[in-house]
């Protein structure tokens, strides 16, 4: 069992930067590949970074492409989300999630095995 616990989100004005944690309880957490999914007020959980175990791939939604930044520290199993020109539309409650299985880079909530309570981000006009 993985445990994901998010933490950072906060209020930020359009334009300001903000950076995401999310840490497992988990001792094999560097076999894990991570993701981080939002979801705003009346919309699906949307995609927004992946990493594979070793850090050394990431993806990225076209939406926030150039603007986050999705990292990782095995020896902490810690991911981060570094949020730079954040816009309104970027307001949701961020989650983490943890996938065992399959390809690294996943993008529908589906291919993740456990995931974080979320943290919510709001980015005022």
């Known amino acids: 069992q993985v445990q994901l616990v998010e933490s950072g989100g906060g209020l930020v004005q359009a334009g300001g930067s903000l950076r995401l944690s999310c840490a497992a309880s988990?001792?094999?957490?560097?076999?894990?590949?991570m993701g981080w999914f939002r979801q705003a007020p009346g919309k699906e959980r949307e995609f927004v970074a992946a990493?594979?175990?070793?850090?050394?791939?990431?993806y990225y939604a076209d939406s926030v492409k150039g603007r986050f930044t999705i990292s990782r520290d095995n020896a902490k199993n810690t991911v981060y989300l570094q949020m730079s020109s954040l816009k309104p539309e970027d307001t949701a409650v961020y989650y983490c999630?943890?996938?065992?299985?399959?390809?690294?880079?996943?993008?529908?909530?589906?291919?993740?095995?456990?995931w974080g309570q979320g943290t919510q981000v709001t980015v005022s006009s």
């Open positions: 999630a943890a996938a065992r299985r399959g390809p690294s880079g996943g993008t529908t909530p589906s291919e993740y095995d456990y």
């Open positions: 988990v001792r094999t957490f560097s076999i894990y590949h």
């Open positions: 990493i594979n175990w070793s850090g050394l791939s990431t």
